[in-house]
């Protein structure tokens, strides 16, 4: 069957074709799978107080369980993808960087729509589901019977923000396109919009036929607030704000941080040291930078809403799983960083919103750390799938039952090999493969501005104790990173 589908008229034959040999009797759950890029812990569904309207992130969390603290396990695309995509930590699979060839690390591993596929489920996807280094190559086609690529990127003429010694064209910022339909995102939102509606025509056909009709797991992968920070005008200082807020800073920040840290971030630090220059050329760039990241938010928001509101007029939308996550977080400035790739709270911290009639409570807040390692396992739990011991989390299904349970496992984070964090309700303790460390105190320390890691206070050292069991005593070594084909 071809895989690529693009059009809604062909969406009936996908249907159609995987509909036979069912039981009449199948009243497993749909799944929507909504996945987004680089939204941090800045927006109004985590902290009210934020500029960064999401209102229909919101409205979603109301109708079920809002992670108030969820975390990735990596914060980094290809990895913390792979992770949450196959149940599996970078620390089983090897999977650290953002191009390494996961596939071959991992040649037989079911993905999470495998899974459903095994078990009867039409698997449809759109957008950014897997990394796309490389022009998409780290697609895993094998995980869907009906896909829609991600729309190339359209670039303006020039770059928007004047800045053209500034990194590449993906390291722009601005109001673009002209036309909202010509964004990549709409592309990706209509095409899971045409799936829903589809799936309820197929569902009203079977209702008069007396068919089976099997459940759909549609993964819908939006790419914003992901750079370059392009989002359509109307979307740009939303609200009517004069100035948005900027992230907050502390100059002294980096006094006490280790040498793991410097380390980590060596790369990356032309981001921030770039962004420094430009606005000491120009009064006034951050600021755009911010506000641009801030109307990628919205735009995403506003995607989401789109697909949502799609659910909601169908049929489906009663018995329909709906888990909304971030693939990571994203800093815009704090602890003088520009990007992700590092193991403090704005890397790490995400939206998760699940959704589970009959399971969840809507409105409900749960505030225990959880990390990734908790989807793979969720998911086939709750659309009463083999559970799969050789996963690296455990279902969150008591914790959807009882928001306020307690759940012994703190959430951890990986990034390269060596390097990891450990979160619970209070702490965040930071280890590096250099063997220096970091600790906050989210009770007293939100921003994370004073590294407790060498205090010899004993509260402090009983926290280092504790965090410490829980990082992990074996570890892959790299995979290999894929290679670009040669070509002729």
């Given amino acids: 069957m071809k895989r690529y589908i693009l059009h809604a008229a062909s969406l009936w034959l996908v249907f159609a074709a995987l509909t036979t040999n069912l039981p009449a009797n199948d009243t497993r759950p749909n799944v929507l799978f909504i996945y987004l890029d680089d939204m941090n812990d800045w927006i109004s569904l985590l902290d009210p107080s934020s500029p960064i309207k ?246 995403a928001d506003a995607q989401v809403g789109r697909v949502l509101k799609s659910l909601e007029d169908t049929e489906a939308a009663k018995d329909t799983v709906v888990i909304l996550l971030s693939d990571h977080g994203f800093h815009l400035g704090e602890k003088d960083h520009i990007e992700k790739f590092a193991l403090w709270e704005k890397s790490n911290h995400i939206p998760l919103i699940i959704v589970a009639p009959g399971v969840t409570t809507a409105g409900s807040v749960c505030e225990q750390p959880v990390d990734c390692s908790v989807v793979y396992p969720t998911l086939l739990d709750l659309c009463d799938l083999p559970a799969d011991p050789s996963c690296d989390g455990q279902s969150l299904r008591p914790l959807l039952q009882s928001p306020d349970k307690t759940w012994e496992r703190p959430a951890l984070m990986t990034y390269g090999r060596g390097n990891h964090a450990v979160r619970n309700g209070r702490w965040r303790y930071i280890s590096y493969s250099d063997g220096s460390a970091e600790l906050y105190d989210h009770k007293t320390d939100p921003n994370e501005w004073k590294n407790l890691a060498n205090s010899h206070h004993r509260v402090h050292q009983d926290a280092v104790a504790e965090l410490s069991k829980w990082l992990p005593r074996a570890e892959a070594w790299e995979a290999k990173d894929l290679k670009p084909k040669k070509s002729r």
């Avoid at 609200?239 to 900027?246: D, K």
């Avoid at 980096?254 to 630090?269: E, F, Q, T, V």
């Fill in 54 to 299: 999401t209102p229909n992130l919101e409205r979603l969390a109301r109708q079920g369980t809002l992670f108030s603290r969820a975390y990735c396990m990596s914060a980094a695309c290809n990895p913390s993808r792979v992770a949450t995509l196959t149940g599996l930590r970078p620390t089983t699979s090897g999977v650290y960087g953002n191009k390494t060839d996961w596939r071959a690390a991992l040649p037989s591993r079911k993905t999470i729509m495998q899974q459903f596929q095994t078990a009867g489920y039409q698997v449809f996807g759109a957008g950014k589901i897997f990394h796309h280094h490389l022009n998409g190559a780290f697609h895993d086609d094998a995980s869907f019977d009906a896909f829609q690529p991600m729309r190339k990127q359209l670039y303006p003429p020039e770059k928007l923000n004047g800045a053209s010694k500034y990194g590449s064209r993906n390291t722009d910022w601005g109001s673009w396109p002209n036309r909202e339909e010509d964004s990549i995102d709409f592309g990706t939102a209509s095409y899971c919009i045409d799936v829903l509606k589809s799936a309820q025509l197929r569902r009203q056909k079977a209702k008069e036929s007396g068919e089976a009709v099997a459940p759909f797991f549609l993964a819908c992968g939006v790419f914003k607030p992901h750079s370059p920070f392009f989002a359509p005008a109307k979307y740009q200082r939303d609200g009517g704000l004069e100035q948005m807020p900027m992230p907050l800073r502390n100059s002294a920040d980096w006094d006490d941080l280790p040498s793991g840290a410097a380390n980590l971030i060596r790369s990356k630090k032309w981001f921030w040291d770039g962004m420094q220059r430009l606005d000491n050329s120009r009064s006034g760039v951050y600021q755009e930078f911010v506000e641009a990241y801030a109307a990628c938010c919205r735009f």
